[in-house]
């Protein structure tokens, strides 16, 4: 081996070489501020850097005096995502003058301030802390809640407090500060001693140097210590002794290191919270006389904290304040209360001026503290280190209240005093460092000395306190952690860098890049001695090397036995350092694995130290290797790794794997320059050391090489084994079998390296390694290096089985035979053979398949931390498959074998302590135990993703099991896996405050904001946004479905002024445009009640809001209104009673069923104005349907039908009569009566009932007898729907409705009963319904009214024939609902549509629409979800005569009126795809809804098709209606997007042919697509049928005031 190869190996190269510059620096000097100008004139970097070595991070923070200089600091910490996820770039905090500035990024993330803050006195320090947001303080409290990171800012008089959340805090600091550190609880202060603190008065009591504040808003509070004395029993008390500093605190573990300036020693406490038993010794008052001499009183101390010294008149008594500040005090400070709230705490209350001059009272400002001096005493103890305090003297106010300590520190360690101990000795610089094999050191560097002092702890086995063990020191200038990668960086005396893992020592490292002064070596030139003084090193690590092989010398310091050698090789190395070394000046910040390095003439660079391995491969074989070797050869083994990877010009990634197996075979033994496999390794041209005298070596044999190379490629390995060449007999290439000739004389295993006695195990955990690989489907090629090297080891170790079992996994890369290490047989005993290894290999696969037979199997062996795969793998089928529930809950596992060596034991129960399983009481099947088990330990669906197929099965099936039952309480991460994450996100949502969902509820109305800004009520404002955000999270759906049903703001009115129209016409022209649009705006609340549905509970206190129906306008550009009372146009009169109506009902429909109403609520919203009596009436009914009319007490009832309001008497009938649907309720039924002619008896006296309220009593009569089949009903209602008209007017006015109200009425009563009308045949009802259908002769009238008919009416003459016009639609529903899901063919042959010409000129078309719905309806399970079966419903005359719209000529014919052909065409299509909804109401049927939504586009496409005006525009725009609303009915409550997006292109369209019908048929379907916002659906019972029918009866009233059509419900 040659001398450079081994100087090589010793270097460890840095790499990203950068110079650094505080990213804060730049950023103050832009910043508007009036310290710009001061920052401008900075002074030059170099005299920025003072040279007393202690520029370190410490060192900068300790510099809080701030002078008139600008001076600056910063500090750097790993980037925290908010998320938790991994991040890596770094954080800087940088403090000058009045400013603190945050900035993120890294050299990949480009560096951003965060946050910037200015405050009003010079900063003293910044720093970051997280604060705990519980009440809960026990200390367990303290690993699960959740905190409050925030950034802390030290002025002279207080600290500000600024989370990232946004919250501000400030706290007056009632004392003068030196050092302020972030702790685990929150913020401990040091109090700065003042020389006036010791005033010549009586003795008193000292005061505490030491304070703890662990919230914002809490009091700032003294620190407890509890130290152990001579005679080993402990003391509590105040921390008082100024001596005593911190220099170093950490977070976790939660320790504290001080020094003690008189006794020049440093101790090592634990910080923790008090004990109440502490707590109570420090809190005894000063009553007991006889308490002893080392409690401190914390009553007089109290006093002293509590009285207030004015800052303007040093001569006021402390103790003048005592009843105002008790008063606050009480507030704030007990427990029971605890107040979090931002209010102005008392620190803050009690604000103050601090002067030095002050004298006694001068303990800066709020005198918190009992007034008492720190009686220095004369004798010091020698361990202990807070000096007695004495419970005399100390004088207590009578109302004060003790102030209860928080933290205390606990004592754990001190150093050995050593006689010589020099003056000034304190720690620059403190920090902990574990080495490779997770070892942790407390390192402190004492500059004076130039030494850093490391000392070993560890935790107690039962994990309570921590163990410190001895010290060892390192020569150092200066020092910094590599967390990242578990080893420190070391600046020598001599300028060198050196890496340490622990106390060993790794190597130099070498920086690429770094400036020489000059090529001249005279002042460079290192005396002989100084590479001795430069290689001096701890007296452990010699041992070590003694016996380091000399095979390979990979040793981190070459052998010293040769000094001629050494001098060779480290001379001109130590040349090159000591250049250097005139440079680096010291080591900061550190961050992960980025340290940045101070150099002598001011600048700074930021290096990157590699890590140890980059491969994930490679990582896990070091990882398993590390775990099974004792800790000292395993540090030894990793140590020589990382010299060879992290050489200059290390490897790529590719060759890593390629360099890991040449070194660990080379540190087992091997020569790998003569073992086939890896002397053809291509390492890609790295300079590694390890094949550098490979290189050197001159070419023997010729050009055989390249033919050697092609004899050992894979594709050569193939074809030799492939079953052709075998049966062709053909012999392998002899050139292969005599290099295996040539290379087997000599193969043998040197048996004095490092591993070579530990090849077994190696092997043994390589192979369960390689077990876990085959678990991760994306580590393929990871197995195939994998298995090369172990074939190798087993065919050496002569383990037959394990070849065999490679062999079968990769036929094609294991060959059956092949080279062989011999190992010399007398060494084989020196080989550890460990107890875990089997002779017979474990193979994952092959337990589960003996699982799954039911075979019983060995526990299968695992690596705890490595292999965790095959743990899971292992106890999720021992689980799932064998039923055992146990297997997961218990630690020790009968599954499963942890492999284990003796001195790790404590290492393998901390990993073992992540999996403990949290059991859950609600988890019931073994599904559930099996998610919710794989979710505490991590596993996701990423890695479910990357388990082979046949194990994860059993998994999925669990999942697929629990995503269908899930439990409520699961946690998020479970829902996630088993793809619920709905169920997560209402978890998560469910919490968040009202209002705020990720919906949010602002409402962009039509109308631009002018000057009315006041928010209107659109009535949608108390939906369930949760619920609603959860359903619809992707889109805004549900803003644009408020935007188009809210009716509460004005419309906007769009009209072009042309120049010809005189301003008087152009007024007339926009009150036009605003009274169509109002058609529209009238149309809105039957939408809006279907999308309100039962979302509001009111408030028995306050009536319920019923939204405005506003029917003004405004006209841009200058937002004028437009209303259409000006007189300049004809406004039709009670325009607006229908639509008032229907708002009522929609805003009692919000009212949900469970509510609590009582009659008075209901009279108490009776409205004071006359012309909200309809909206009132609406909302009555609207009760009715809720179910809470009943609760109407009939006196109330009387009355409203008493005042004869036509729209009250409506709601109330139609109301009441929902409320007792089905019932027959008597009291109800004589109600309804009263307003029908037919059901008073002949002699009774003719009452004077309106109309529609006729009507309205009618349709009552049917839902108070639904599907009763009550008789006399029945044949009052089917003489009814035939009435002829009176002789006076009666009678004679939209007699369509009453006919059909009765009709409808009629088929309620009968509702489904088909056939079995029982009692009832001699009614004949099936016949005279077809007869009122089809027409013909009126029978003769029977009953007691036929007196009424005899004489002919005056106004209309019908004849004695019956006028179909009239009675067709009620009889036709009649007989749907009566017939209703009977499939009778022969009633439903009745309703099939004429098929010839001469017979379809007697039938209106649009009573063809209703004739096919009615026969669907009754055939009821033929109804299927295709264009087919619509289409079917056609006659063939008509199909094949009808004319494609599309086309232009219109062909000629006779005897065919193609109009009327046209038309029926288009209507029989509109009622099968209307029943096509009723069949499929609320179903999400996906064939339903495309072909629905196919003849949806159809029409769109026929409305603007040339042939349109055959058809007809207002029957084309009918049946799309119709075709939207059974879409709707499909998709009710769904939400569908596409159907959305019809009803909002509809909704654009206004004039034209869209009447007040149309708008409300489309917004009716908007209405029931979001039903209930999206928490309800439509029901196909016969009832919801029925009810739907009355509600979509598709004849859609032309306008506002068309009375023929029961839009009633």
């Given amino acids: 081996m040659s001398n450079f190869y081994e100087e090589r190996a010793t270097m460890i190269a840095a790499r990203d070489l950068q110079e650094f510059v505080p990213f804060g620096r730049d950023h103050c000097k832009h910043h508007p501020n009036a310290l710009n100008l001061q920052l ?414 490391c000392v070993k702890f560890q935790e107690s086995n039962d994990k309570t306190q921590l163990i410190f063990g001895s010290v060892t020191n390192i020569p150092a200038k200066d020092a910094a952690p590599v967390e990242k990668i578990d080893t420190m960086l070391v600046l020598e005396g001599s300028g060198n860098l050196v890496l340490y893992t622990g106390v060993v020592r790794v190597g130099k490292v070498f920086i690429p890049g770094l400036p020489a002064p000059s090529l001249t070596m005279s002042n460079t030139m290192p005396r002989p001695s100084t590479p001795l003084d430069g290689v001096s090193t701890p007296k452990p690590l010699s041992k070590l090397l003694g016996s380091l092989d000399e095979v390979v010398l990979l040793s981190p310091v070459p052998e010293l036995r040769d000094s001629s050698k050494l001098h060779d090789s480290l001379y001109n190395e130590d040349c090159t350092f000591q250049q250097l070394g005139t440079y680096i000046h010291s080591i900061r910040d550190p961050v992960h694995n980025r340290v940045t390095l101070e150099l002598s003439n001011g600048s700074m660079v930021r290096i990157t130290i590699p890590e140890i391995a980059t491969s994930e491969l490679v990582q896990t074989c070091l990882q398993a290797i590390k775990f099974i070797l004792p800790k000292e050869i395993a540090v030894q083994m990793l140590v020589k790794w990382y010299n060879v990877h992290s050489a200059p010009g290390g490897p790529s990634y590719h060759s890593e794997w390629n360099l890991f197996v040449t070194c660990l075979m080379n540190m087992m033994g091997y020569n790998t320059d003569r073992l086939a496999w890896t002397r053809n390794f291509d390492f890609e041209g790295s300079l590694s050391p390890v094949i550098a005298p490979k290189k050197a070596r001159p070419s023997e044999t010729g050009s055989d090489d390249d033919w050697e190379y092609l004899l050992n490629s894979d594709y050569h390995q193939n074809v030799e084994s492939h079953l052709l060449n075998r049966s062709l007999c053909l012999s392998p290439s002899e050139a292969s079998q005599m290099k295996d000739e040539d290379f087997s004389q000599n193969l043998s295993v040197d048996s004095s390296t490092l591993l070579f006695t530990h090849i077994p195990a190696i092997f043994f955990v390589l192979h369960l390694v390689y077990e876990e690989l085959k678990l991760n489907t994306l580590m393929g090629e990871g197995i195939c290096s994998l298995v090369e090297l172990l074939v190798q080891l087993a065919r050496d170790l002569k383990l037959g089985p394990y070849v065999d079992h490679y062999y079968r996994d990769y036929p094609t890369l294991v060959r059956t035979t092949g080279q062989v290490c011999t190992i010399d047989p007398g060494q084989t005993g020196f080989m550890h053979h460990p107890s875990f290894f089997t002779s017979e290999p474990p193979s994952i696969y092959q337990w589960v398949s003996s699982c799954l037979k039911g075979e019983g199997m060995p526990p299968y062996p695992y690596l705890p931390g490595i292999c965790e795969r095959s743990r899971l793998v292992v106890l999720s089928i021992a689980l799932y498959i064998l039923g055992d529930e146990s297997s997961v809950s218990d630690e020790s596992s009968q599954y499963l074998t942890r492999i284990t060596i003796a001195p790790q034991k404590l290492q393998v129960e901390q990993e073992e302590n992540r999996f403990s399983f949290r059991y859950s009481a609600s988890v019931s099947s073994l599904a559930e135990r099996l998610v919710v088990w794989m979710t505490n330990v991590g596993f996701t669906l990423r890695d479910l993703e990357t388990l082979p197929f046949g194990i994860a099965l059993p998994i999925r099936d669990a999942i697929y099991h629990c995503r269908e039952q899930p439990a409520s309480d699961w946690p998020e991460a479970v829902c996630l896996l088993i793809g619920r994450q709905d169920l997560s996100k209402q978890a998560c949502e469910g919490n968040l405050p009202k209002g705020k969902s990720s919906v949010t509820q602002v409402l962009s109305s039509d109308v631009p904001s002018g000057t009315e800004t006041e928010e209107e009520d659109d009535g949608m404002n108390d939906m369930n946004h949760e619920v609603m955000s959860l359903i619809w999270s992707e889109d805004l759906r549900v803003q644009d479905v408020r935007r188009l049903l809210q009716s509460a703001h004005p419309v906007r009115v769009n009209v072009v002024q042309y120049p010809e129209l005189s301003d008087h016409e152009f007024i007339e022209e926009k009150e036009n445009r605003l009274l169509q649009l109002c058609q529209r705006t009238m149309a809105l609340p039957v939408g809006r009640g279907m999308f309100t549905l039962f979302s509001y509970h009111p408030v028995p206190t306050e009536p319920l809001p019923i939204p405005k129906l506003n029917l003004t306008g405004r006209a841009p550009p200058r937002n004028t209104t437009v209303d259409l009372n000006s007189g300049n146009i004809d406004v039709p009169p009670n325009m607006t009673s229908w639509a008032s109506f229907h708002n009522g009902v929609a805003a009692g429909l919000k009212i949900a069923p469970a509510s609590q109403i009582d009659s008075a609520w209901i009279v108490y919203n009776k409205p004071k104005h006359a012309e909200l009596a309809n909206e009132y009436a609406g909302f009555l009914m609207a009760l009715g349907l809720n179910g809470h009319l009943t609760k109407l007490a009939t006196l109330n009832i009387h009355d409203y039908l008493t005042k004869g309001h036509e729209m009250t008497s409506i709601g109330l009938l139609l109301g009441v009569s929902a409320a007792k649907l089905g019932t027959m309720d008597m009291s109800i039924t004589r109600l309804l009566s009263i307003h029908i002619p037919a059901l008073l008896p002949p002699t009774s006296t003719e009452l004077d009932v309106p109309h529609n309220v006729q009507v309205a009593a009618v349709v009552g009569i049917g839902l108070v007898y639904q599907g009763t089949a009550h008789r006399h009903t029945a044949e009052v209602l089917l003489a009814e729907i035939g009435r002829p008209p009176g002789p006076e007017m009666e009678y004679c006015t939209d007699r369509e409705s009453y006919s059909l109200a009765a009709g409808l009425a009629l088929g309620m009563v009968c509702l489904g009963h088909g056939s079995n009308l029982i009692g009832m045949s001699d009614l004949n009802v099936p016949e005279q319904l077809y007869q009122y259908m089809v027409g013909g002769h009126r029978r003769f009238q029977t009953g007691m009214h036929r007196e009424k008919h005899k004489s002919p009416s005056y106004q209309i003459k019908e004849g004695d024939t019956i006028n179909v016009d009239v009675t067709c639609p009620g009889a036709t529903l009649a007989l749907a609902m009566i017939y209703l899901k009977t499939n009778n063919r022969s009633i439903a042959d009745w309703l099939r549509a004429p098929d010839t010409m001469y017979l379809l000129d007697f039938v209106k078309p649009e009573f063809l629409l209703l004739r096919t719905l009615a026969r669907c309806l009754i055939l009821w399970d033929d109804i299927l979800p295709n264009s087919k079966w619509v289409d079917s419903n056609v006659p063939q005359i008509i199909r094949e005569n009808s004319i494609s719209l599309s086309e232009i000529e219109l062909p000629c014919s006779e005897d065919l009126n193609l109009e009327t052909l046209s038309q029926a065409h288009v209507y029989i299509i509109a009622g099968a795809c209307l029943s096509l909804g009723f069949r499929f109401a609320g179903s999400e049927n996906l064939s339903a809804f495309n072909c629905l939504h196919k003849f949806a586009k159809d029409f769109m496409t026929y409305l603007s098709a040339p042939n349109a005006s055959v058809t007809g525009p207002y029957n084309l725009e009918t049946c799309l209606s119709v075709v939207l609303l059974s879409l709707a009915m499909v998709m009710a409550g769904s939400g569908n997007l596409k159907v959305l997006q019809l009803c909002r292109f509809l909704h654009m369209k206004t004039g034209g042919e869209m009447n007040y019908g149309f708008h409300l048929a489309h917004h009716m379907a908007l209405g029931l697509l979001f039903l209930g916002g999206g928490r309800y659906s439509l029901s196909t019972s016969n009832s919801s049928i029925a009810a739907l029918l009355c509600a979509l009866y598709p004849h859609f009233p032309a306008h506002s005031t068309d009375n023929r059509s029961s839009e009633l419900l």
């Fill in 40 to 453: 401008r004139q900075l002074q030059p970097a170099s005299e920025l850097w003072s040279s007393d070595g202690a520029a370190g991070l410490v060192g900068s923070l300790q510099e809080v005096t701030i002078h008139e200089k600008q001076k600056e600091s910063w500090q750097l910490r790993k980037g925290v995502s908010e998320i938790g996820e991994d991040v890596d770039y770094d954080e800087e905090l940088y403090v000058a003058g009045n400013m603190v500035i945050w900035s993120k990024g890294s050299k990949s993330q480009a560096l951003a301030v965060y946050k910037a803050f200015t405050v009003d006195s010079p900063v003293q320090q910044a720093l970051w802390c997280d604060f705990i947001i519980s009440q809960d303080k026990s200390e367990k409290a303290y690993s699960s809640n959740e905190v409050e990171k925030c950034i802390c800012i030290l002025q002279s008089s207080c600290i500000n407090m600024h989370s990232i959340e946004g919250k501000d805090y400030i706290a007056s600091l009632p004392f003068q500060v030196a050092n302020v550190w972030p702790t685990k609880y929150g913020l401990l202060f040091e109090r700065s001693a003042s020389s006036h603190e010791v005033p010549p008065g009586s003795p008193r009591e000292p005061l505490p140097t030491m304070f703890s504040m662990l919230h914002p808003l809490d009091e700032i509070t003294p620190l407890v210590c509890k130290s152990g004395s001579l005679f080993g029993s402990s003391r509590v008390q105040y921390v008082v002794d100024h001596a005593m500093k911190i220099v170093f605190l950490n977070t976790d573990p939660s320790i504290v290191m001080t020094y003690d300036a008189v006794q020049n020693v440093h101790s090592v406490w634990t910080l923790r919270r008090v004990k109440s038993e502490e707590e109570n010794v420090v809190l005894k008052f000063s009553e007991q006389g006889g308490t002893p001499q080392n409690v401190a009183t914390s009553s007089s101390l109290t006093a002293h904290l509590r009285s207030l010294s004015k800052g303007d008149s040093p001569v006021t008594s402390p103790f003048q304040n005592y009843s105002s500040i008790h008063s606050q005090s009480r507030s704030t400070s007990s427990p029971s209360l605890h107040s979090r709230s931002p209010s102005i705490s008392n620190m803050a209350a009690l604000s103050r001026a601090h002067s030095p001059a002050l004298g006694v009272h001068s303990f800066s400002g709020v005198q918190r503290f009992n007034i008492s001096s720190h009686n220095q005493s004369p004798k010091r103890h020698s361990i202990s280190h807070s000096p007695n305090s004495n419970s005399n003297g100390s004088f207590l106010a009578p109302e004060t209240e003790p102030i209860v300590p928080e933290l205390c520190i606990d004592h754990l360690w001190t150093e050995t005093f050593t006689n010589i101990r020099e003056k000034n000795s304190q720690a620059s610089k403190v920090f902990i460092t574990s080495d490779l094999c997770g070892q942790k050191f407390l390192c402190f560097l004492v500059e004076s000395q130039l030494q850093l002092r």
